[in-house]
């Protein structure tokens, strides 16, 4: 079973404008933590922003939100003021409690910002 | 500082030849993982290090994949007798501890014809 669902396989949005990247979860273990990569054309996975299953507030980072609605196991990306730089391909990933060290992720989403 | 490092960043190799490539993590890091992202895919987690000693191996890890980190600093991902369906972008990352993001090194991306 997908453990990481992202619905989206491409997002196009006009520069400057808000976007929400979908991702939802499944996992029977109380203790977990949710990431957001970011993948550019060069490759390299870029570390965005982290979530735990125990966190009592929505993590944000700079322009990145991550919208934690954990009765509906979803754990959405949301970028502010989106930028031309920010054309890439993005993960969503988790990682389960119990000791549990890879990540496991869903298969992207590709966003275009355009000018 | 410098990040997570890879060498080579691109392999072509043919079919039935061995390749090795090389991961050195950030220096503090004492964690060390490998993955595998073929076109159109997330990442995929292949094996685990803590410090020298690999503490987890995926199903995706065949026999023919053998991976080490003899002093707890690099590590090496090698591939004996490769085939087509070895081609694919591999990437190693590294983390200071369980609780804290991995961070990834650019990759290498293996062609084998």
């Known amino acids: 079973a997908q453990k990481i669902t992202q619905t989206q396989p491409g997002m196009f949005v006009q520069e400057k404008e808000a976007v929400t990247l979908d991702c939802t979860y499944d996992?029977?273990?109380?203790?977990?933590?949710l990431f957001w990569y970011k993948q550019p054309s060069s490759g390299e996975m870029i570390f965005l922003i982290y979530?735990?299953?125990?966190?009592?507030q929505n993590a944000t980072e700079g322009r990145y939100s991550l919208n934690f609605q954990k009765a509906r196991k979803s754990a959405n990306l949301v970028i502010s003021a989106s930028q031309l730089g920010d054309s890439a391909m993005y993960f969503c990933?988790?990682?389960?409690?119990?000791?549990?060290?890879?990540?496991?992720f869903g298969q992207g989403t590709r966003l275009t910002i355009n000018p | 500082d410098t990040g997570v490092s890879q060498d080579p960043r691109h392999k072509i190799t043919k079919r039935g030849q061995n390749v090795t490539f090389r991961c050195d993590p950030i220096?503090?890091?004492?964690?060390l993982y490998w993955y595998r992202q073929t076109l159109g895919q997330g990442p995929e987690f292949l094996t685990y290090?803590?410090?020298?000693?690999?503490?987890?191996k995926s199903r995706l890890l065949s026999d023919r994949f053998s991976a080490e980190r003899p002093k707890g600093s690099f590590s090496t991902l090698e591939i004996q007798r490769t085939e087509q369906g070895d081609s694919a972008m591999y990437l190693c990352a590294s983390s200071v501890t369980i609780f804290y993001e991995q961070f990834f090194g650019p990759g290498t991306r293996l062609t084998v014809l």
């Open positions: 990933a988790m990682r389960e409690g119990g000791g549990a060290q890879k990540l496991v």
């Open positions: 979530q735990g299953s125990y966190d009592q």
């Open positions: 220096s503090e890091h004492n964690r």
């Open positions: 996992t029977s273990d109380p203790s977990y933590g």
């Open positions: 290090f803590q410090n020298e000693a690999q503490l987890e």
